[in-house]
RNA sequence: GCGGGCGUAGCGUAGUGGUUAACGCGUCUGAUUGUGGCUCAGAAGAUCGAGGGUUCAAAUCCCUCCGCUCGCCCCA
């Protein structure tokens, strides 16, 4: 057993069976998109390590401790896409898109990759849905891109979810901020957690999320960087409060949403159930970048976007109870008995589908019992039979498997794709 | 990266030291001459996640590894 291969840790196949929640992902994708003026992009599986490492940031978990890095055999250093936007960013720059009449909108679904621990909702590759909004910093942007997840999920049945809403300032008020913030928590460094000790040094904001006891006492009175935005970003944030509560959309302004990566600024966002126990519920989330462009080298340029886990989108459908019927394999099974009708069964066959009408042919030498078996299990609606008789009389039953009773008849061959065409439509 | 739980045929389970590891679903075959679904009969399929140890004897106890899972961290 242990010398067979399995999938690598953290990825999964995704079976026939699971394939009709994809489908219905990614229709919705494209419906959701296309509505909202969004066109596709997609971008390499893998890029320039310096892409993740000045877009994303390299202090931050996922450049610094979950990212792919590999040399290729021509000494490149090459990273697994971690996260879209960076990509995203690069491909609007290499490409002139400045150019293009702004702002530019941008989707796909790409394969992300995190060397992570594995656990429900978190796999070391997942798929994910972006959308990124470059050149604007139309507060009516950031509120149309958190309505294509709203809408996106109401499309596919999930229900009870918040928008969390924060801001994070403009970068100079930001680093104010977290000055006065590390001011604070600086005289109690040795009362709090492991964690938020270093948090401290790393990542300051992040103390404000801490779920650690000893952390609480602290929180409450810290400084909360909502409650100081400069007056632009608070004229931002407003607008887009506005624009959500106009369009109907639930939200809830979250003073602590703090987002892993270093470029954000203004509006950031999570879409979360409502009832979520779970540690990974997070169906999507992103924010506004608007210095991320010229950190990669552009002219300064605001962007907006997010991130949503297909994965995890389709766990909340199950959740919510969404489920497909299992498509049939074809609409006709071919069931033939007669030596050497091979021939005249593949040419049949290769008629049918000719005409629109999925058709599998049931396996040479079987039985006819097992092959009408197959036919049967396949869900097809109507099982063709050749056998000797009908093979000399250049003729084949038609039996509709639908019926209770069996019905069939004997039809030409040359007549048979018409009639089962007819039937199919009837 | 840290801590806990779990791991028996494709799937779901039973079996907690002692004969050829059991059951359901599924798969395959058959039930008088060339016909599915229901029923019946039969078959295949598991070195009990892997490796090592304890024991006269291990799926069952111990250790290591692998995988899944829950919480933390982080994130989608």
């Not at 010398?3 to 026939?16: C, E, K, N």
């Given at each position: ?138 507060p009516?942007?950031d509120a149309?891109v958190i309505g294509i997840l709203w809408d996106?999920y109401a499309?596919?049945?999930i229900k009870n979810i918040t928008v969390r809403l924060g801001s994070l300032d ?35 904001l992040?103390?404000l999320d801490?779920k ?7 929180k409450?009175?810290?400084?909360k960087l909502i409650e100081?935005l400069?007056?632009?970003a608070q004229?931002h944030h407003d607008a887009v409060q506005g624009a959500l509560a106009a369009a109907g959309i639930q939200f809830a302004i979250d003073p602590l949403l703090v987002r892993?990566?270093?470029?954000y600024?203004r509006t950031v966002f999570e879409i979360v159930p409502d009832d979520d126990e779970r540690a990974?519920g997070t169906l999507g989330g992103g924010g506004r ?17 997010f991130?949503s ?7 909340e ?110």
């Amino acid at each position: 057993m242990s010398s067979r291969f399995q999938a690598p840790r953290g990825t999964q196949d995704v079976l026939p069976d699971m394939q009709p929640y994809w489908q219905a992902v990614n229709d919705a994708i494209r419906e959701v998109t296309h509505l909202h003026g969004f066109r596709r992009i997609d971008t390499p599986v893998f890029e320039n390590a310096g892409v993740f490492e000045k877009g994303s940031g390299d202090t931050t978990d996922v450049v610094e401790k979950e990212m792919y890095v590999f040399e290729d055999r021509g000494g490149e250093r090459l990273a697994l896409t971690p996260e879209g936007t960076p990509a995203i960013c690069r491909a609007y720059l290499e490409h002139g898109m400045a150019s293009w009449p702004q702002p530019v909108r941008l989707y796909t679904t790409h394969a992300m990759f995190r060397y992570d621990r594995p656990q429900k909702g978190r796999y070391r590759q997942h798929t994910q849905f972006d959308c990124e909004v470059l050149g604007s910093v139309d507060p009516l942007v950031d509120a149309e891109v958190i309505g294509i997840l709203w809408d996106l999920y109401a499309r596919l049945g999930i229900k009870n979810i918040t928008v969390r809403l924060g801001s994070l300032d403009d970068l100079e008020s930001r680093r104010s901020y977290i000055e006065r913030l590390k001011d604070y928590y600086r005289p109690h460094l040795s009362k709090l957690s492991e964690d938020s000790q270093r948090r401290f040094a790393r990542n300051p904001l992040r103390l404000l999320d801490s779920k650690d006891e000893r952390d609480q006492p602290f929180k409450e009175a810290a400084p909360k960087l909502i409650e100081s935005l400069s007056p632009l970003a608070q004229e931002h944030h407003d607008a887009v409060q506005g624009a959500l509560a106009a369009a109907g959309i639930q939200f809830a302004i979250d003073p602590l949403l703090v987002r892993g990566l270093d470029y954000y600024n203004r509006t950031v966002f999570e879409i979360v159930p409502d009832d979520d126990e779970r540690a990974q519920g997070t169906l999507g989330g992103g924010g506004r970048y608007d210095g991320l462009i010229e950190l990669l080298g552009g002219p300064s340029t605001p962007g907006i976007g997010f991130g949503s886990g297909i994965e995890r989108i389709i766990l909340e459908m199950q959740k919510n109870g969404i489920t497909f019927e299992p498509s049939p394999v074809a609409q006709v099974y071919i069931v033939h008995r007669a030596a050497g009708a091979g021939p005249k069964v593949f040419a049949l066959a290769s008629e049918l589908r000719a005409a629109g009408v999925p058709a599998v042919i049931g396996e040479t030498g079987k039985s006819m019992k097992a092959q009408m078996r197959g036919a049967n299990t396949s869900g097809a609606r109507f099982a063709v039979i050749i056998g000797d008789d009908e093979l000399a009389a250049g003729a084949a039953v038609l039996k509709d498997l639908a019926s209770e009773d069996g019905a069939q008849e004997t039809l030409p061959l040359a007549s048979l794709a018409a009639a089962i065409g007819a039937r199919l439509r009837a």
